[in-house]
């Protein structure tokens, strides 16, 4: 077993066991019988290192049962070096074991589709081709290697060239070369179910007919299917902050967590799944993508939101609301509030005033402890000295040099107080006691009291929280997460400069942050792409503008509504959506019934009937619950499934269908500017099929 790093190293002395056998099958198609003959190949090689995997499991469990014995029936006559000698050997067995049973479950995982693709490619300095198959895992055996990781520089190739003069880069610099053969497969089961060979586009078939496939319950890889523009993303190492422009069905997110498997593996050494953290919009979310990263080998990354991260910042601190939606809370100047806060004028005018904020909070004095004294020259001159930390902070290291000094001067033994009470005294001549006073401060001095309410005692409205955070992280400091080395921001459009400016205290590391501005669910939210690139200076920039989710009828629907001049549509074709008129609630009810039943009757997997709103959602599921089998998507929900889903346009965000209806897509519902952002979301989930529902007169947003 080897990551087939060693395959971007150096020259490529790998044996050509397939030779082409172009004899063609019943329908005109190559028959590739070389290519069954070699996979027939493989999956013995496979079965023989599975054995060799699971002897050397079972022989480091015997190992460790027997140490384990041992210890345990001569505790009373080991001595304490031999006892600890004995342990160090048993967490040694136990840790080779654990080696062990990871590789054997990586070439267990290998037997259902071994590898996706070979190329044969020739050096410039070599006479004959190598012939490389590429999996989602390398394997060698006997020092033949057998499967290439998609991940290393040599399988580059596979993606960015075609058939001709290619190369790639490996550690030790350039590798040219010619590509002489260009093959990818479809293996499941164990079973080659079709091969392609193409001196043009293989990529493309295939594409085609991954498309064509329904809709699962969780994300899954796209190793096969990554195109040119998307490889050079996922392969990219040098950016620091990586900002992923992308329209919808672009493969963003997916194209973001094949990144973090690739930087994983390039960097196995310096980075590992616990050192990555993913942010993303909701739980359902976050299980929806939780099987991507253990596809490709991976352990799983725990993900998180920004409402975790503030409870876990501000627990017994002060108590925050959820967010509430926009659309269902008719309070003109709460809007307003938000608006106000979501701007990057808002954080400069917090920047402004944290700027000079900790010379008007601290006018120190002398600190007098019986014949001790700390002249308040000297505590000023310490304050400023560690300007780099956080007010408080900043006492808590003055505290403990007072401590030091008059313990040097300390010539009578008299206690001297600890540094503790030295703080306290130190914390007293603050102008301000708390991060909330502070807070209430910065309103007041910039003559904006009125844009600070709040609900309940101790309690921050949600557009409040993370402005709060950048001043607690100013006042008494954030507990910062140095264990992450990479942070994945998804949906990046959902979130405000403050709450950026937050993330980038807590995570001082490198980030991917993606999502859509042309999918902006808030209407309150005024901050643009160009704002999040002047808080990114120097960040690079990519756009994906191809949408491979729908069919091209369904984009084209789509750009009717948001007008998306970016945005490209895929030519895989399928049903016009449909446009059906009810007469009433209950013939829209009814319609919507049928539209389930042919689903139940159909071969797809997912039906998604998304509302305007949380709470419309939540109004369809306890009418059609009591007829039909359907699952409510809701804040509160924990994992996304199959069937029949029913789910406002804020939680089916990066979710996809294989169908979709829209209820009540009618004038009333979808009418301002902003619906034209929902709408647009809600019609884009669909993978195959789509169909509008309304009563009275069809939303003028549709062609408008």
């Known amino acids: 077993m080897t990551d087939a790093r060693q395959a971007g190293g150096r020259a490529l002395d790998v044996p050509a066991r397939s030779r082409e056998s172009d004899k063609k099958a019943g329908d005109g198609a190559p028959a590739f019988p070389d290519e069954i003959a070699h996979l027939e190949y493989i999956k013995g090689e496979l079965a023989e290192a599975i ?23 001569h505790r009373g006559e080991i001595d304490p070096h031999e006892m600890f000698q004995n342990e160090l050997a048993l967490n040694r067995i136990d840790n080779l074991g654990a080696f062990a049973s990871e590789i054997r479950d990586r070439i267990a995982k290998l037997l259902d589709s071994p590898y996706f693709a070979r190329i044969d490619f020739r050096e410039v300095s070599k006479e004959t081709p190598a012939t490389l198959y590429i999996g989602r895992f390398g394997l060698s055996r006997d020092h033949e290697l057998l499967i290439v990781d998609w991940r290393a ?8 060239c075609e058939v001709g003069p290619a190369g790639y880069d490996a550690p030790d610099g350039r590798i040219d070369g010619e590509l002489t053969r260009k ?16 001196s043009v586009n293989v990529q493309d078939d295939i594409l085609q007919r991954e498309l064509s496939h329904t809709s699962d319950d969780k994300m899954k890889s796209i190793i096969a299917t990554i195109q040119k523009e998307q490889n050079l993303i996922i392969r990219n190492e040098k950016a620091e902050t990586l900002l992923i422009q992308g329209v919808a069905g672009s493969g963003k997110t997916s194209i973001a967590l094949h990144r973090i498997a690739y930087l994983l593996y390039r960097f196995k050494d310096e980075l590992a799944a616990k050192n990555v953290a993913i942010l993303s919009p909701n739980k359902v979310f976050g299980d929806y993508i939780a099987n991507v990263l253990p596809e490709l080998g991976e352990e799983p990354i725990d993900g998180a939101s920004f409402a975790d991260v503030a409870a876990a910042q501000l627990k017994g601190i002060i108590s925050f609301e959820a967010d509430n939606d926009p659309f269902e809370t008719a309070d003109p100047e709460w809007a307003e509030r938000i608006r106000f806060k979501s701007t990057l004028r808002f954080l400069r005018m917090m920047d ?14 002398d600190y007098v402890f019986g014949r001790f004294t700390a002249k308040s ?3 000023q001159s310490r304050y400023a000295a560690y300007h780099k930390y956080p007010v408080k902070r900043r006492l808590q290291m003055i505290a403990e040099d007072i401590n030091d000094r008059f313990e040097t001067d300390n010539f009578t033994g008299k206690p001297v107080p600890k540094a503790k009470a030295i703080f306290k005294g130190l914390a007293a001549m603050l102008k301000v006691k708390n991060t909330l006073a502070l807070y209430r401060d910065f309103y007041q001095c910039m003559n904006i009291a009125d844009k600070f309410v709040m609900p309940a005692k101790n309690t921050l409205e949600w557009a409040d929280v993370y402005p709060f955070m950048y001043f607690h992280a100013a006042l008494e400091g954030l507990r910062e997460n140095g264990a992450i080395r990479h942070l994945v921001i998804d949906e990046m459009q959902d979130y405000t400069p403050a709450q950026y400016a937050v993330m980038n205290i807590l995570f001082k590391c490198q980030k991917t942050i993606l999502g859509d501005f042309g999918q902006v669910i808030n209407p309150n939210h005024l901050h643009t792409l160009g704002d999040l690139r002047r808080l990114y200076d120097g960040a690079e920039l990519v756009a994906l503008n191809k949408s491979y989710r729908s069919t091209y009828e369904i984009i084209t629907f789509a750009r009717r509504i948001q007008k998306v001049a970016s945005l490209e549509a895929i030519e895989r074709h399928g049903d016009a959506p449909g446009l059906i008129y009810c007469r009433d609630g209950q013939d829209e009810l009814a319609r919507i019934k049928e539209e389930i039943a042919a689903f139940q009757g159909g071969g797809y997997v997912t039906l998604g009937i998304i509302l305007k709103t949380d709470g419309a ?20 929900s924990e994992a996304f499934t199959e069937g029949v889903s029913i789910t406002s346009v804020k939680m089916s965000k990066g979710l996809e269908f294989d169908a979709v ?41 549709v062609g408008a």
């Open 617 to 636: 959602a939540k109004a369809l599921y306890d009418v059609l619950a009591q007829s039909c089998e359907a699952h409510l998507l809701s804040p509160e």
């Open 377 to 379: 020259k000297w505590i």
């Open 51 to 73: 054995k060799q995997a699971d002897d050397s499991v079972e022989k480091f469990d015997k190992e460790y049962m027997d140490a384990k014995r041992y210890m345990v029936e």
């Open 153 to 160: 520089p040599v399988a580059s190739m596979f993606y960015d």
């Open 661 to 701: 209806v829209i209820p009540s897509a009618n004038n009333e519902t979808y009418v301002g500017e902003y619906d034209r952002s929902l709408l647009y979301i809600a019609c884009t989930r669909a993978m195959h099929r789509l169909t509008l529902t309304y009563t009275g007169a069809l939303t003028r947003l």
């Open 352 to 365: 402004e005033y944290l700027a000079g904020m900790p010379e008007t909070v601290f006018t120190p004095s």
């Open 183 to 198: 093959r990818q497969f479809k293996i499941r089961n164990g079973e080659l179910e079709y091969a392609l060979e193409s």
